[in-house]
């Protein structure tokens, strides 16, 4: 009975320590909106991905597609101590659902763990083939996925080992929270009009064709 209450204790300890997370640092999912990045400018520099419709722009699949949609990136910032690069915030009217942070510090996941408790991990492992100058060879690439939160909002840390062109061994690590049914929403949306401005393009070229 004792150790029950014992335990007990440790689990109420364990859950009031560990917080639930929503964003890093000023930026929280459904909750920061676009006045943020006004409230910032003076601090940070922020570009902003204008909306796009034409399929010949040369970074239209990276761009918004339709208007309710706003995105944003962020070369630098540093956020408790910690610098981050290459961030990418997206809104949808005007509320932030989906954050991307493209280069983490070395000890970025330490530091999660001690603010959120320890991460649901899992892995994946894909055979290769890849060529370079010399010869060809097998090689194994690797994706382990630490995931932090997943029910409305869900939000992880990703690394992983792969080979380029030239087979070399190559690292990648990032961090993404996003609204999972906003961001569901948003796919739909983009892929229709995507769609959309392909069978617009493909008419036009058509009817410039006339006759042929």
């Known amino acids: 009975m004792k150790s029950s209450f014992i335990i007990g204790l440790v689990l109420i300890s364990f859950f009031s320590y560990s917080q639930q997370i929503n964003g890093i ?54 956020i408790a101590s910690m610098n981050f690069g290459d961030i990418e915030l997206d809104f949808l009217n005007d509320t932030l659902y989906q954050i991307v942070i493209n280069t983490l510090p070395d000890n970025f996941d330490e530091n999660m763990k001690i603010k959120y408790g320890q991460p649901s991990v899992s892995s994946e492992t894909k055979k290769i083939t890849c060529t370079s100058s010399i010869s060809s060879y097998e090689r194994e690439e690797k994706t382990y996925t630490s995931t932090y939160r997943k029910d409305k909002i869900e939000a992880s840390s990703v690394f992983s080992i792969y080979y380029n062109n030239e087979c070399e061994k190559k690292f990648f690590n990032f961090f993404m929270a996003y609204d999972a049914k906003k961001q569901s929403k948003i796919d739909m949306l983009e892929t229709q009009k995507d769609n959309m401005n392909k069978k617009a393009k493909d008419d036009k070229k058509r009817k410039a064709l006339g006759e042929l």
Do not use: W
Request: aromatic share 14%; hydrophobic share 30%; proline share 4%.
């Open 25 to 78: 640092g000023p930026f929280k999912i459904n909750s920061s909106t676009t006045s943020l990045i006004d409230s910032l400018r003076n601090e940070i520099y922020f570009t902003e991905l204008f909306f796009s419709d034409n399929v010949d722009d040369k970074n239209y699949y990276d761009l918004p597609k339709i208007k309710e949609h706003r995105k944003f990136k962020i070369d630098k910032m540093a």
